[in-house]
C-alpha cells in the first residue's frame, strides 16, 4: 500500500508494468502526462514495440483548474472507477474496459482510446459521426432505465445510491451551473463584450424561476445513476465507435441531466459553427447535421427506453398505469431540454468554458457564438415546460442563428 500522493511519470509506468497480460515480460515503457481537463491527472503509457498502451488516470486532491485553493475530495476517483464498471456492464463497449482501481493513490487504470479523438475537438473539425446517436442513445437508455426505479430492485437502488452520495462533485455542479451564472459570483469568467448579456442573465426574473425548478429537481431527485458530466469532452469517438469517459460525477440525480448534456454541447458546437465551418454552405451542412444528431438522439433514446419499459419493467404499477409512459417521457423530455439550455449558459459566463467558442480567435465572431449559444441556451430553459417534441430545441437552434 502506498500513501497518496501525485505520481511521477516513472512511478505510473512501474504500476502499469505490473498490470497483468497487458505489456511483454521487459517492455520498454514510455509515459506521457496528457491531463487536458479541469481536474486530474492522465499519464499514457505506452510500449512503442508491441504497440500495447493504456491509462493511469490519478485524482489530485484539488481542482486543477482553479489550483490548490480549492481541495476536492479523491474519493471521485472510487466513485468514476466504479460508475465505469456498471456503465460497462450495461452498456458494452461504450466505456473503456477497467483494469485496477488503487483506493490508495486515488487512481484507476484504464484502456487506452488514443485510437478515438475527443469528439468536441472531432465536432470542431467539422468530422461527422454516423453511428453517434445510436451509440449514445444506447448509453443513455440503458444506464439511466436499468438504475432507475423502473429497471431496477428498488431497495437495492437505495443502497448503490448511497455508494454514489458524491456532495463535493455535485456541489460544483450546484454553484457552477444552476447559481453562480444568474448572480455576481468571482467563479464566473466572461469577456468583457458580453457584459451586457452577464447583466441580463442576472436580473431576468422568468429565466431564474426555470433554473429554480431545474436546480431543485438536481438537488433532490434520485431518479437514476447519471454521468454526470456527459459533455462532448468526456466523449471519445472513431466513425465506428464510441466510448464515454470521465464519470467522475456519477451520482443519482434527474436523467434529463445527461440527455441534456450531450444535447447543450452539441449545441454549442452549432453557435461555434460561425468559426470552424469553411464557409456559409459547409457551415449550413455541418449545422443540419449537428441538429439531425440531436433530434436522432432523443428519437432512438425515447424508442429504446420505451422498449426496457416495455420489457424489462420492475415496477408493477408504472407498467399497467394508463398513460404513465407518455406522461414521464414527456417529462423526460422536457427536463432534457431544460438541461441542456443550463449547460450551454454556463459554458458562455461560468468558470469552465469550452472550446468550441473559446478556442474562436477573431473576437467579434466569438462574441456573436456566444450570443447565439446564450439565446439557444435562455429559449430552452424559457421553454422546456411547454416542450411537446424534441423539434422546440431545433427550431430555437434555427432561431437564435437566424436572429
Ligand atoms: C471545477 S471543475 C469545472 C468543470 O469541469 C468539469 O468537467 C465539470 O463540467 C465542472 O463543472
Ligand atoms: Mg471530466
Known amino acids: ?20 497480460g497487458v505489456f511483454p515480460q521487459g517492455a520498454e515503457l514510455t509515459c506521457r502526462e496528457i491531463g487536458d481537463g479541469n481536474l486530474n491527472l492522465v499519464f499514457h503509457i505506452r510500449d512503442e514495440q508491441s504497440g500495447r498502451s493504456l491509462i493511469v488516470k490519478q485524482a489530485l486532491p484539488y481542482a486543477k483548474v482553479v489550483g490548490e485553493s480549492w481541495p476536492l475530495t479523491l474519493d471521485r476517483s472510487r466513485i468514476e472507477s466504479e460508475a465505469l464498471i456498471q456503465e460497462g456492464r450495461l452498456a458494452p463497449g461504450l466505456v473503456p474496459k477497467v483494469y485496477k482501481y488503487d483506493p490508495d493513490l486515488a487512481l484507476t487504470v484504464m484502456e487506452d482510446l488514443s485510437d478515438h479523438i475527443i469528439m468536441r475537438s472531432g465536432l470542431m473539425q467539422c468530422r461527422r459521426y454516423p453511428l453517434f446517436a445510436d451509440h449514445i442513445s444506447t448509453f443513455l437508455a440503458n444506464t439511466l432505465f436499468f438504475t432507475s426505479d423502473l429497471g431496477m430492485n428498488q431497495q437495492e437502488k437505495k443502497v448503490q445510491a448511497g455508494r454514489f452520495i458524491n456532495p463535493e462533485l455535485c456541489k460544483i455542479t450546484e454553484d457552477l451551473i444552476f447559481d453562480d451564472p444568474y448572480t455576481v459570483s468571482s467563479n464566473n469568467n466572461y469577456d468583457a463584450a458580453i457584459e451586457d448579456e452577464a447583466e441580463a442573465l442576472r436580473t431576468d426574473e422568468k429565466l431564474h424561476f426555470e433554473v429554480a425548478l431545474l436546480r431543485e429537481k438536481f438537488l433532490t431527485q434520485g431518479q437514476a445513476l447519471l454521468h454526470g458530466d456527459l459533455h462532448t469532452g468526456s466523449i471519445f469517438v472513431r466513425e465506428d465507435s464510441t466510448k464515454v469517459i470521465d464519470p467522475e460525477f456519477a451520482y443519482y440525480g ?45 428519437t432512438q433514446f425515447d424508442r429504446k427506453f420505451r422498449a426496457h419499459w416495455n420489457e424489462k419493467n420492475v415496477d ?11 406522461d414521464y417521457m414527456r417529462r423526460l423530455l422536457q427536463d432534457s431540454i431544460g438541461y441542456a439550455g443550463c449547460k450551454m449558459v454556463r459554458r458562455i ?15 467579434a465572431v466569438r462574441e456573436k457564438a456566444q450570443r447565439i449559444a446564450l439565446r439557444i441556451g435562455k429559449a430552452l430553459i424559457k421553454g422546456n415546460r411547454g416542450a411537446e417534441s424534441i423539434d422546440f430545441a431545433i427550431d430555437a437552434a434555427r432561431e437564435a442563428a437566424a436572429a
Do not use: C
Not at 500500500?1 to 497483468?20: D, N, Q
Not at 454541447?265 to 468559426?275: D, F, P, S, W
Not at 408493477?316 to 407518455?326: I, T, V
Open 254 to 298: 434527474p436523467m434529463g441531466f445527461d440527455i441534456g448534456a450531450v444535447i447543450g454541447n452539441l449545441l454549442l458546437n452549432y453557435a461555434g459553427q460561425l468559426h470552424w465551418s469553411a464557409d456559409e454552405a459547409s457551415r449550413t451542412s455541418y449545422r443540419e447535421y449537428l441538429l439531425e444528431t440531436v433530434k436522432s438522439i432523443w
Open 316 to 326: 408493477r404499477l408504472a407498467a399497467r398505469a394508463a398513460g404513465y409512459q407518455d
Open 349 to 363: 459566463v461560468g468558470l469552465a468554458h469550452v472550446a468550441d467558442i473559446d478556442r474562436i480567435p477573431d473576437a
Open 1 to 20: 500500500m502506498s500513501e497518496y500522493h501525485p505520481l511521477t511519470e516513472s512511478e505510473a509506468i512501474e504500476l502499469a508494468r505490473r498490470i497483468e
